[in-house]
């Protein structure tokens, strides 16, 4: 499974674009981009804390993979 699918499936356990950017304080719309062209560095660590407060388990690499 690539990065960016992986990146996907995690916006989508989260609840969507909708939910997650409403969570970060985001627009649907750039995290709608995050699906399509995985997310941003800059904020890994807070989806990744968002996903722990949700229960939802993020992949091993996410934090330690290259930035996007």
Not at 36 to 50: D, E, F, H, N, Q
């Amino acid at each position: 499974m690539s990065a960016l699918q992986t990146d996907a499936d995690l916006i989508q356990k989260l609840g969507g674009c909708a939910s997650v950017g409403r969570d970060l304080n985001r627009t649907t719309k750039s995290v709608y981009h995050w699906t399509t062209r995985g997310i941003s560095w800059p904020w890994r660590a807070r989806v990744a804390a968002l996903a722990e407060s949700r229960g939802v388990t993020v992949p091993g690499d996410f934090l330690t993979r290259g930035s996007e």
